[in-house]
């Protein structure tokens, strides 16, 4: 009874801290960088987008997990990436892929806020993922993207912070094939 009148005190005087999160149910994402999109070589490329409704910048917590529901990382405080207020990024989830403003190369896909965002956690070698135990070299899988909901927001709107959606496209000869879909919202 103490630990739940805590708590209601907590909420009253708005000391508590509410989280939300977002799913990315699936993505794969070569590591073969600069080849533009449409994709000018053989090879796969995902791109996520992510767009903050919030007034104020949100911090973010990022987690990947493999085709089997293993836990890959990263591990805090290497898990974090910053959305600026009414702003979006998008990122590829296993490759550094810079535009050529950001030192990359012409038909690189990540710029500014973008490059800030983790990628996926892959073996090297045949070791395990560190802090992990699972070997997985696989450059594919899902995501879930986590914030704190700023003060000033209450749970439902706060949960709404952060819209996006998923584009693919691979190339095998002249043969493009490209997909996308909305990020289902936020929890």
């Known amino acids: 009874m103490k630990k ?3 708590a209601m005190a907590l909420v009253l005087i708005g000391g508590a801290a509410f989280a939300a999160s977002c799913a990315i149910p699936w993505f794969a994402d070569s590591d073969v960088t600069g080849v533009g999109y449409p994709v000018s070589k053989d090879t796969f490329v995902g791109l996520v987008y992510v767009k903050s409704n919030a007034d104020v910048p949100l911090v973010c917590t990022i987690a990947y997990y493999n085709p089997d529901g293993d836990f890959l990382g990263p591990f805090a405080p290497n898990n974090t990436f910053s959305i600026a207020p009414q702003s979006a990024l998008s990122f590829r989830p296993t490759a550094n892929d810079p535009t050529p403003a ?8 990540e710029a500014g806020q973008g490059l800030g965002v983790p990628n996926r956690p ?17 450059p594919n899988g899902s995501i879930t993207i986590g914030w704190e909901i ?22 095998s000869g002249s043969a493009i094939v490209s997909y996308g879909y909305l990020m289902p919202p936020g929890l």
């Open 4 to 6: 739940l009148m805590f």
């Open 102 to 109: 950001f030192g990359g190369v012409a038909g690189g896909q």
């Open 122 to 138: 892959r073996s090297v070698g045949g070791a395990p993922i560190p802090g992990t135990t699972v070997v997985d070299t696989r």
């Open 150 to 171: 700023p003060a000033g927001y209450d749970a439902e709107k706060g949960a709404k912070l952060i819209q996006g959606a998923v584009v693919g496209q691979a190339r």
